[in-house]
């Protein structure tokens, strides 16, 4: 209890509280402040990780991308509170549906899942339990709750890059959308 002692006490303190403040800092900068899960900076930090991975070996992952569907309309209609609670519900149902893998908030109305060690037939699977638990949902809503989405598959023969997997899923989730408006 000398003075160097106090003193070492008072610079260890110090650090754990730089270390909690930096957390909650981290925290800010990569979440969505809606939703609880990864954002779109953080989406782009894993992305540049990925693309580096491809380029120093071969990995396997699949991107799936979704968009909710009359979010607009439902914001216009109703109040951007029911938009809200749509993106926080869908955003939980995703998540739910994924939990093996991280989640990401892109945009006001989409998002991102980056699978890895998921067999296609799996993820497949994963997105038709996501339309059901939707269709589920949207019963208990006075409007149509869905979320269209798409999946591809990372394949070297075939991407460049992550773009081009990613558009791959961006060209998956419009036909979906397109589908469900017929």
């Given at each position: 209890?000398?003075?160097?002692?106090?003193?070492?006490?008072?610079?260890?303190?110090?650090?754990?509280?730089?270390?909690?403040?930096?957390?909650?800092?981290?925290?800010?900068?990569?979440?969505?402040?809606?939703?609880?899960?990864?954002?779109?900076?953080?989406?782009?930090?894993?992305i540049?990780?990925?693309?580096?991975?491809?380029?120093?070996?071969?990995?396997e992952?699949?991107?799936?991308?979704?968009?909710?569907?009359?979010?607009?309309?439902?914001?216009?209609?109703?109040?951007?509170?029911?938009?809200?609670?749509?993106?926080?519900?869908?955003?939980?149902?995703?998540?739910?549906?994924?939990?093996?893998?991280?989640?990401?908030?892109?945009?006001?109305?989409?998002?991102?899942?980056?699978?890895?060690?998921v067999?296609?037939?799996?993820?497949?699977?994963?997105?038709?339990?996501?339309?059901?638990?939707?269709?589920?949902?949207?019963?208990?809503?006075?409007f149509?709750?869905?979320?269209?989405?798409?999946?591809?598959?990372y394949?070297?023969?075939m991407?460049?890059?992550?773009?081009?997997?990613?558009?791959?899923?961006?060209?998956?989730?419009?036909?979906?959308?397109?589908?469900?408006?017929?």
């Amino acid at each position: 209890k000398d003075e160097v002692g106090m003193l070492a006490d008072s610079f260890q303190q110090t650090v754990s509280h730089l270390q909690k403040y930096i957390n909650y800092i981290n925290g800010l900068a990569y979440r969505d402040a809606l939703t609880g899960v990864k954002n779109k900076t953080a989406y782009q930090e894993t992305i540049a990780n990925l693309e580096e991975r491809t380029r120093t070996g071969r990995p396997e992952f699949a991107m799936i991308v979704f968009d909710i569907n009359n979010l607009k309309i439902i914001n216009d209609t109703l109040g951007h509170d029911f938009g809200d609670i749509l993106i926080i519900d869908s955003c939980k149902l995703i998540c739910k549906v994924f939990k093996r893998s991280p989640v990401y908030r892109i945009g006001g109305d989409e998002f991102a899942v980056i699978l890895t060690d998921v067999w296609p037939d799996e993820a497949r699977e994963g997105l038709k339990v996501l339309a059901v638990g939707m269709e589920e949902y949207s019963r208990g809503c006075s409007f149509d709750a869905s979320v269209a989405a798409g999946i591809a598959f990372y394949d070297p023969g075939m991407d460049a890059g992550l773009d081009n997997t990613l558009s791959r899923a961006d060209a998956d989730m419009y036909s979906n959308k397109r589908e469900m408006k017929q």
